[in-house]
């Protein structure tokens, strides 16, 4: 079972990943998802750009199109993902021989 995540939506920016859009428009989070979106506090980044505009219907290409062209772009280069793996390791991923 996944552990439940306390986000405050507070001291942003997240990034909006494609799973994030998905549950936008949920009850539970969609007035929150717009303030932080009108506070700024969102970012896309071109890999979720990708993913979400892979709709069947142009129109809904369209909208989620201006959506994103709204929001500040976190960069995703070989700089950045490197950095992130280096995190996730030291973080998450237990040393050799730690776990028996």
């Not at 929150?32 to 290409?61: F, K, Q, S």
Request: aromatic content about 6%; hydrophobic content about 45%; charged content about 25%.
């Amino acid at each position: 079972m996944r552990p439940r995540v306390a986000l405050t939506w507070h001291g942003g920016p997240w990034v909006a990943d494609t799973s994030a859009w998905a549950r936008a428009s949920h009850r539970d989070v969609a007035q929150r998802w717009t303030r932080a979106a009108e506070a700024g506090d969102l970012a896309g980044c071109p890999i979720v750009t990708l993913e979400l505009l892979h709709a069947r219907d142009h129109e809904r290409v369209e909208r989620t199109a201006d959506a994103l062209a709204g929001l500040r772009q976190a960069p995703v280069n070989q700089t950045v993902t490197d950095a992130d793996v280096l995190r996730f390791d030291s973080q998450w991923v237990a040393p050799a021989g730690a776990i028996s």
